[in-house]
């Protein structure tokens, strides 16, 4: 069955529900909210001929013989009818809903399944908070006064779209409906011109559940995305359908954009009013080169906001069941990567320093890297790799430093990588009891 979805406008009009329960009760409290003029008849009292003259009817009798009469009288008279709980008995289902008058967001199964849903109506009403009503009538008052003043349609969808990303609702949401209003005002009156903004977003490990849910809505919102090499593709489809995206991703071996070129183009686009996500694995600050980013952006006056997100760093660990600062095993984590001059150094330095050593980026040079750690802490020490973190293809192996090198190639680990060493990984319980696929090298 495929149902044409309407709102109906029910002002004024005559409508009839039957019954006397509980659903009567409520279906006739709706319709009322709704504006309709209700009349509700007991079901003993329901007579043929009752419904002359109603738009709409709901049979909330739940008595049979009642249900029968009144579809057909119904039918006949071509008014629409519901008769609850009786799908073949239906000119229209009414479906659940989410109010943030006056938006108002319907959803149906197709009466496959009403928990479904409720359920999805308890995520939307979650998602979208209170602040949408007064929102959606504010931007409805825009709508009007810039259609009065003639402004092209394009030039319109440019307006809304940058009220969509300024700070518009969280005003609203703080109580300032007045600094809100202004604000949407402004932006209509200044045109499509303006600056935009660039925000630096973590995008987590790779898990598109990891992303948090301020990233979530500045993709769903964003005019470019500018994404590294390591996300994901379910990651990106988290874009808005309009989204332009580039792959600005750096790649051992391949030509890649400079960075100044890279900075250069989210300058660019932010001064052409565009909403831009500067999309990074991780989080944006650890070995992501988003320090440097946002350090030329607000050099060059661009308006930025920096969305934290979960470091491969802790996740990968985490994802292998490794605690890296374990009670009673660990109480210092220092975090470092594999790469650049004086990189064997200050490995050396901080295995020494620190209970629980991360390593990012070990893969190209790991069993140099468990070399050196060997020699500083013994080649004893536990230590693991963690590939593909949080994905389906993640896999790990553990085993002793002097060992690990060859446990990552004969499980054949690729990139993305990242190194643990320490006592928390013999601490943590059998690796290959989680999910994904692991090796335990054992640490004899
Ligand atoms: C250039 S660094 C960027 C780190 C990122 N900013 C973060 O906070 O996770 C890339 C390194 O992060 C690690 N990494 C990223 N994603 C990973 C994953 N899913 N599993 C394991 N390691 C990962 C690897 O060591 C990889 O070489």
């Known amino acids: 069955m495929r149902y044409y979805p309407v709102f109906l406008d029910l002002a004024g009009q005559p409508c009839i529900v039957l019954g006397e329960g509980k659903f009567a009760i409520e ?86 399944s009403p928990f479904l849903a409720s359920a999805l109506r308890a995520r939307i009403e979650r998602w979208l908070g209170r602040e949408w009503g007064p929102f959606t009538a504010l931007v409805g008052n825009v709508r009007r006064q810039v ?83 390591l996300i994901a593709p379910e990651t990106l489809a988290l874009c808005g359908p309009d989204a332009r995206i580039e792959d600005v991703g750096k790649r051992a071996g391949l030509e890649s954009p400079r960075q100044e070129d890279i900075t250069a183009r989210l300058i660019e686009l932010a001064r052409a009013g565009w909403a831009v996500v500067r999309l990074k694995g991780g989080d944006p600050f650890v070995f992501g080169r988003g320090g440097e980013e946002l350090a030329d952006l607000v050099k060059a006056g661009v308006e930025v906001v920096v969305v934290p997100g979960v470091t491969a760093a802790l996740a990968a660990p985490a994802a292998a069941g490794i605690s890296v600062t374990m009670r009673g095993v660990a109480s210092s984590v220092a975090i470092t990567s594999a790469q650049g001059s004086r990189s064997m150094d200050r490995l050396r330095a901080l295995a020494l320093a620190s209970d629980t050593l991360v390593v990012l980026m070990p893969r190209s040079n790991l069993a140099e890297v468990a070399a050196v750690l060997a020699g500083a802490v013994g080649a004893s020490r536990p230590a693991a790799v963690i590939g593909s973190a949080t994905l389906p293809s993640q896999q790990s192996v553990s085993g002793p430093l002097d060992r690990i090198a060859r446990l990552a190639d004969q499980a054949a680990i690729e990139t993305p990588a990242t190194l643990v060493v320490g006592d928390v990984v013999a601490a943590a319980p059998a690796l290959a009891v989680l999910p994904n696929s692991s090796v335990d090298g054992g640490f004899v």
């Open 147 to 229: 259609r009065e003043r003639g402004v092209p349609i394009a030039q319109q969808t440019r307006i809304f779209r940058r009220i969509v990303n300024s700070e518009t609702r969280s005003l609203i949401r703080l109580g300032r409906p007045d600094d809100a209003a202004h604000l949407a005002v402004a932006i209509a009156q200044s045109g499509a011109g303006g600056t935009g903004r660039v925000a630096l977003v973590g995008a987590g490990p790779g898990d598109p559940d990891l992303l948090t849910f301020k990233a979530r809505e500045l993709l769903a919102d964003a005019d470019y995305v500018l994404h590294d090499a």
């Open 27 to 112: 279906k006739a409290a709706s319709l009322r909210e709704a504006g309709a003029d209700v009349r509700v008849i007991a079901s003993r009292e329901y007579r043929t001929g009752d419904l002359a003259g109603a738009r709409l009817v709901v049979d909330a009798s739940e008595d049979p013989e009642v249900n029968r009469r009144s579809w057909q009288e119904a039918e006949e008279a071509g008014i629409l009818i519901n008769v609850v709980d009786r799908p073949a008995q239906c000119r229209f289902i009414a479906p659940a809903i989410v109010r943030r008058d006056p938006l108002l967001v319907a959803i149906s199964t197709s009466g496959e």
